[in-house]
């Protein structure tokens, strides 16, 4: 979709900074990308409360358990 937007020229010589993205294009998927993955993320604190925590929990044993069906 091509549009036409103001930029804050700081924020974008940040990003260039932060990322080593090289045009405006890439920099704003970027930023787009980055925005949709954070907040489609469960967030951690809505889970408080709702996992119990098993001591000596193995994960090494779901992991091989995994793939094995009856």
Known sequence: ????????????????????????????????????KRNTQKDLLELAGEIEFVEGFSTESVRKNRYIVD
Do not use: C, P, S
């Not at 700081?10 to 405006?24: D, E, M, N, P, Y």
């Open 1 to 36: 979709m091509k549009t036409n937007i103001d930029l804050d020229e700081q924020l974008v010589k940040q990003g260039f900074a932060i990322t080593g993205l090289r045009t405006k294009k890439e920099l704003v998927n970027f930023a787009l990308a980055e925005l949709v």
